[in-house]
């Protein structure tokens, strides 16, 4: 695309915004128009400012960019659309909060946070996008590791891991009469060696909440250990 003002580049950016279903990175709008990316960020501040008293606004997501409505429009969208209802299990976010706080971590790792088997639990979430396969452990059996997706922070409305509540940030928003969901110390890679992470006792009793079975893990492991390697994204 040549360079024939800021103006159509904002409404360029806009249109390709709209017509994407994910958030769009600075690299990738500068590839799609051919400009530089200093020239993506003015258009992109510009169109920002353009669509301040609009049902529309530019966010931040998932590392890109991406046109969303408004919160105080969110009661007519919801009645147009009637979305049924996402929700996770408490096992599920138990599990979904150990991953996002110490990711890269492997399955037997979560197991032994929460003291029962998470298979099912992980399953459900890589079903959903919100965690998947990173790579494996330099570990005896090769464990797989598991993370976050892009999904995740966009869910979430966070556009990085950094963004992530801190643990006391959670404990007050619980309140001192609540069970707590996390105890420890969260730094930019997740929590500190030797930290616990700590859950509310009642559970839903789902039927993923049977004991460790060692056994079966170690059998687990060795058959991960046999199949093909999943190697680091680079």
Known sequence: MSDDGLGELSRAIECLLLASPEALTRERLADVLEVAPERVDEAVAEL?????SRGLQL?????????????EFATYVHRLLQPP?????????????IIAYRQPVTRPEVDAVRGVNSQHAVASLM???????IGRKDAPGRPVLYATTPHFLSTFGLKELAELP????????LGPEQPFVL?????ASGLEEGEALEFPAEGEGS???APIDETAEAAEAAEDEAGPPILPDE
């Open 85 to 97: 209802p996402a929700r996770l299990s408490s096992q599920a976010l138990e599990t979904l909060a």
């Open 166 to 173: 801190s643990l006391e940030q959670l404990r007050q928003s």
């Open 183 to 187: 105890k420890g110390v969260v730094t």
């Open 59 to 71: 966010v931040a997501l998932a590392g890109g960019y991406h046109l969303a409505t408004r919160p």
């Open 48 to 52: 920002s400012a353009s669509l301040e």
């Open 207 to 209: 039927e993923e909440e």
């Open 127 to 133: 079903e959903k996008g919100l965690a998947t396969t």
